[in-house]
């Protein structure tokens, strides 16, 4: 007898809708990368290169490859992975995801080049950047990192999550103690320098709950110093972690609305980059929690997609069992958590069935090439 995995295989890689139980059969009556292609919309994920990769689980992968049309490395093309010295970098993992990409038709988001973030940012790195000069590394390591991937990425996080969440203002590191607001706009300048196709984002994890009111109010003096300043910014990446930096039951919807419309005033493209829901509040019961979770998610993305200005979504996995929640922010209670479409046997979720919804609910806006 076939294993459950082994029944979500089909013979072309994609799901065999037969093997899903009803009710859980009419969420996957159509792929979510299809749904959102309806209404202009890029659908994907991130993925990684090791074990819990669809590059090495079939079953996982078939999954990726029936609902996703892009995928974006979760960490194989951050610093820590690619290495601080720009003549001798490793590009094998996020190569891997590069061929995987191409290999299942899918695009492929870069993330990130400068990711202007203390925490992030380890002894070695900075004694290097010290040694040889903020800009000049900075120019250095974008050149060799984008020039790498060339076209193959049609969107990159140039800087991500610069913003200081306590303070609402620029991060204190290596790069701003000798450039300062410089570093950044040298990093979107050295973006469009090697990679001229691609869109340039500016990342970040401002959420609509009470408790990031300053982290909002930062977003948008920089996005406006960067108007101010030419700074060559197509696009505000709204990571969209729902939950983890406050209560699903204190959402802002009113003070979301107005950081949203400013921000597209000001002529930027919205992506959310990132999206998944941490429900350490919610109750242990996964069949209370699971429709709490699909109806925080319904109540966001309609509200998102309602901006014809966002045409990217990707969530920040798609399989419970690997989500990076389990160890960023696991339940008081020790129970796993379930922040994602997919569960842990890889089954489909009430998550997943909210976002087709609030996909077939959305405004058809102008596809992106």
Known sequence: M???????????????????????MAQADMPLRDLAAAKGILFGTAINAGRSSPINDPAYGAIIARECAVVVPENEMKVYVVGNDPQALNFGPADAIATYARDHGMKLRGHTLLWNYG???????????????AEKWLRAYIASVAGHFGDRIYSWDVVNETIDPKTGEIRD??????????????????????APHAQRVYNDYMSWEVGNEKHRAGVLRLL?????????????????HL??????????????????DAVVAMGYRLLITEFDINDRELPADPVRRDAQVAAVARDY??????YPQLD???????????????????RPDGV??????????????????????????????????
């Open 119 to 133: 925490k992030y940012i380890s002894p070695a790195l900075a004694e290097r950047v010290r040694s040889v000069g």
């Open 301 to 306: 993305l309609d509200r998102m997609f309602a």
């Open 224 to 240: 406006e110093r960067f108007r101010r300043e030419k700074v060559p910014v197509d696009a505000l990446g709204i990571q969209s």
């Open 336 to 369: 796993a958590q379930r922040p994602l479409p997919y569960d842990d046997a890889l089954h489909p979720k009430p998550l997943r069935a909210a976002i087709a919804d609030a996909l077939r609910a959305a405004p058809v806006r102008k596809t992106i090439a």
């Open 243 to 260: 939950g983890n930096d406050g209560s699903h039951s204190r959402a802002q919807r009113a003070e979301w609305k107005q950081f949203i």
């Open 173 to 194: 590191t290596v790069f701003t103690q000798a450039l300062g607001f410089d570093a950044l706009k040298i990093a979107f300048e050295a973006a469009r320098e090697h």
């Open 2 to 24: 076939l294993t459950r995995r082994q029944q979500l295989v089909g013979m072309t890689g994609g799901l065999m809708m037969g093997a899903l139980p009803s009710p859980l």
């Open 312 to 330: 990217q979504f990707l969530c920040w996995g798609l399989w419970d069992k690997h989500s990076w929640l389990q160890g960023f922010a696991p």
